[in-house]
């Protein structure tokens, strides 16, 4: 009896040791690591940025470096907000997840069933693309960012009318193309099937569950919190300079959400525990299975040489999948001005990691993920911020001399075909939107909804577009394509072409005549009998207020005024009339402007 007494004591004083060294062991593998990760800032010209590490339904690790605001030097916390860019996209599939588990949406169905309006290209597409394709990016859709990017509005309708006019680059399922109208689109398909907005659904299904108090949907929610970021960027590689907050406005599904790596750390634990969190089921186990598992190849994703263990690349459900050094590995990057995020798990081993920062496009959440991925799953560590320092020094090489070889197609000595003024006026397409180009003095500007680009002469009529900073234009940094504005038969500027979609032939924006306000006592002066090789053309007033143009053997059409004494055929692009007058201000002729050439008629 002693000697059972004893083993049990013993046993009691051994537990307590027992347990400290296996803690002891377990905090061995972040020994140096605030050091280690501290030392990233300088060597990627970093603000700041934070991780959080989870392992099970835990945070064993969470820490902020550097700064959220450079310029005052105020730290980031573990508690920090910031933007997280695409890595929405996992909450909005998230959400279709769950209806078609509720058997309210089902994602092999068109998403037309659910947004009846919605048109694609083509019938081809709006016959075969269904919810799933969206989630997965195989639409044969390329990305055409430009239209939300350059043209937002904080309208779904209207973002969802511009698909019809955007053109495929491949067949359907035949390519994964990356596509945040897609996301967009399901995160309408939400609205629809529930009559709440998507970010209502979001709250009330994730965030509240999830007790996210702090994230939120908006850069006015961002600013009004005590602990926001501000977002940077790093000009001349290696300056930090402050950039300004982008509204993704109706895009919002594809990326708009704010978070802390805190309150991320409860998402990435509800993906590693099967859609649990504190003993609830947040997201069926059903479609935790499906969005973490391939449902489209993303790339080759075959080995290197360095690194045979790190190959595959698939997509899931807003979730990338590929292997890393034996471990399946599913994560998702986000990125928007100023910001750059990674979230991501290990499945198999139960581990997770958020990490998010100010910098705008950048690399530091790859090096921080190998490094963390490395002591978590116990491997032996590889320098990969050396490995990824080579890699951007490549890159930055590579981006310099391309730019060199861009300029280099330049032909000197050229100048514009028409005078300044004749450029300037309203450009237009379906599936983008509207912008203007202006003259300012002997310059032109392009004027979109969000930014006013300069544009420097080229060469013939190629204009180069340069961002406009707080300082003047900015050389360099470029604006985006080249405009290529062309001219019609009749010699007067009709559109512009530039390269919004890299994976298409430059787009076409088409010049519309900007309608002014004339009055009707103004257009009676331009009424009358012309004449032109025995054909007369009559011009009257009808309704007080509106000009009408009458040829013989045609339509009645509408002239709209757009200039002085010039009006455009309302039902006709690209005819257009211009009246003459005399010395003393009466109307002489009148001059049909239209594709096959000028032609003036005398007043009778």
């Known amino acids: 009896m002693k000697k059972i007494l004893f083993t049990i004591i013993m046993i009691a004083l051994l537990s307590p040791a027992v347990a400290q060294r296996a803690k002891e062991k377990a905090d061995q593998r972040f020994a140096g690591l605030d050091a280690q990760l501290n030392a990233l800032l300088a060597d990627w010209h970093a603000a700041g940025f934070a991780v959080a590490i989870i392992e099970k339904d835990k945070i064993v690790y969470s820490k902020g470096f550097g700064y959220r605001d450079y310029e005052k030097k105020i730290p980031v916390t573990s508690n920090t907000l910031f933007a997280i860019g695409s890595c929405t996209k996992a909450f909005t599939s998230s959400l279709v997840g769950m209806l078609d588990d509720e058997k309210r949406v089902d994602i092999d169905k068109s998403p037309i069933d659910y947004v009846p309006e919605l048109r694609f290209y083509n019938d081809n597409m709006n016959n075969l693309i269904t919810i799933r394709d969206l ?146 089921q947040i997201i069926p186990a059903s479609y935790i299975a499906e969005a973490i598992s391939p449902q489209m190849i993303a790339a080759a994703g075959l080995p290197s040489k360095e690194h045979p263990d790190v190959h595959m690349n698939t997509y899931g459900f807003a979730w990338a999948v590929s292997s890393y050094r034996g471990h399946y590995r599913v994560l998702h990057g986000g990125n928007i001005d100023g910001f750059s995020a990674l979230t991501g798990f290990y499945p198999s081993d139960s581990i997770g990691f958020v990490i998010l920062t100010n910098q705008n496009g950048s690399v530091l959440p790859n090096v921080v993920r190998n490094i963390i991925s490395d002591r978590m799953l116990g491997l032996k560590a590889i320098d990969w911020n050396k490995e990824m320092l080579a890699d951007r020094e490549k890159a930055v090489a590579a981006q310099k001399d391309a730019q060199a070889k861009s300029q280099s197609v330049r032909k000197s000595g050229t100048r514009p075909s028409h005078a300044v003024s004749d450029y300037t006026g309203s450009y237009m397409h379906p599936g983008y939107g509207t912008f203007r180009v202006v003259q300012s003095n002997d310059s032109l500007f392009a004027v979109m909804p969000l930014r006013k680009l300069y544009l420097r002469h080229f ?77 007369i053309a009559r011009v009257y007033v009808k309704n007080d207020n509106v000009l009408y143009l009458f040829v013989p053997g045609q339509p009645e059409y509408e002239l709209q005024p757009t200039g002085p004494n010039i009006f455009r055929l309302k039902e006709l692009e690209g005819f257009r009339v211009e009246f003459v007058e005399t010395g003393d201000k009466t109307i002489r002729s009148v001059i049909f402007i239209q594709p096959n050439g000028r032609f003036e008629a005398m007043k009778k």
């Open 459 to 535: 060469h013939f009529d190629v204009f180069e577009p340069f961002e406009i900073g707080s300082n003047g234009v900015d050389t360099t940094r470029s604006g985006g394509a080249r405009l290529n504005f062309r001219t019609s038969e009749p010699g007067e500027i009709e559109s512009v072409l530039f390269l919004a979609e890299p994976a298409l032939a430059p787009i076409e924006f088409r010049r519309q005549d900007e309608i002014i306000e004339v009055s009707g006592e103004s257009l009676r002066r331009y009424e009358g009998e012309f004449e032109l090789g025995g054909m």
């Open 135 to 280: 989630m997965c990016h195989r639409t044969g859709l390329p990305r055409h960012d430009a239209s939300w990017y350059y043209f937002p509005t904080e309208s779904g309708d209207t973002l969802i009318r511009r698909i019809r006019y955007q053109e495929p680059s491949a067949r359907i399922r035949e390519r994964f193309q990356y596509n945040n109208f897609m996301f967009m689109l399901q995160g309408l398909i939400v609205e629809r099937v529930t009559g709440k907005s998507w970010a209502d659904n979001v709250r009330e299904k994730i965030f509240v569950p999830l007790n996210m108090t702090r994230s939120n949907f908006s850069i006015a929610d961002l600013e009004k919190d005590g602990d926001g970021s501000l977002g940077y960027i790093v000009k001349n590689d290696t300056q930090i300079e402050k950039t300004p907050y982008y509204q993704i406005k109706g895009l919002g599904p594809a990326g708009n959400i704010n978070s802390s790596v805190n309150e991320m750390a409860n998402w990435v634990s509800v993906w590693i525990n099967g859609g649990k969190f504190a003993g609830r």
